[in-house]
T-cell receptor
């Protein structure tokens, strides 16, 4: 069945450091891929998405490229800020949209 | 647009009590979902619905019930609450017409069963 695997946390970085959070997936069809962010005490918010191979999703300085050949969708940011401290979830949805498959989340803390 | 709203924000239940978590969306989305998130964990799907009158079980449906009488509302019912149901509950919605089916989440209900 479908599944998402993302790197374990927690991750602690200094401000302005480079961020990579790895995400790989298993899917039977051609899924859409997502990154969600959850700030403390809040619900999940969509950060970015990609709907087909080689698409790059981007938002707020974050980027991720849909790599079909490596079944990956790694999240990157060139220079993190303290305000980026949150939990990040990778997710996929098959074309039917009936179900989402979430990774377990990666907690990021950025220190000044 | 208010998006997805959930009530209550917090609730403490005694073992064996029942309650209903309310979820409403004003985006005219056909699909709605209920998830639970245990501390330090990811999300687990409890139930979902692809339209009014249609519901289906997710990964962890035991101890819960849902109904979908309107497009807007998708309440989650807990019967005979147990400590294992202590969690944060998120409601979400999506629309097949949007192509990528991204889900929109409510702010969550934090439930403690003691």
């Amino acid at each position: 069945g479908d599944s998402v695997t993302q790197m374990e946390g927690p991750v602690t970085l200094s401000e302005e450091a480079f961020l990579t959070i790895n995400c790989t997936y298993t899917a039977t069809g051609y899924p859409s891929l997502f990154w969600y962010v959850q700030y403390p005490g809040e619900g999940l918010q969509l950060l970015l998405k990609a709907t087909k191979a080689d698409d790059k999703g981007s938002n707020k300085g974050f980027e991720a490229t849909y790599r079909k050949e490596t079944t990956s969708f790694h999240l990157e940011k060139g220079s993190v800020q303290v305000s980026d401290s949150a939990v990040y979830f990778c997710a996929l949805s098959e074309f039917t949209g009936n179900q989402f498959y979430f990774g377990t989340g990666t907690s990021l803390t950025v220190i000044p | 647009n208010a998006g997805v709203t959930q009530t209550p924000k917090f609730r403490i239940l005694k073992i064996g009590q029942s309650m209903t978590l309310q979820c409403t969306q004003d985006m005219n989305h056909n699909y709605m979902y209920w998830y639970r998130q245990d501390p330090g964990m990811g999300l687990k799907l409890i139930y979902y619905s692809v339209g009014a009158g249609i519901t289906d079980k997710g990964e962890v449906p035991n101890g819960y019930n849902v109904s979908r009488s309107t497009t807007e509302d998708f309440p989650l019912r807990l019967e005979l609450a147990a400590p294992s149901q202590t969690s944060v509950y998120f409601c979400a919605s999506s629309s097949p017409g949007q192509g990528a089916y991204e889900q929109y989440f409510g702010p969550g209900t934090r439930l403690t069963v003691t």
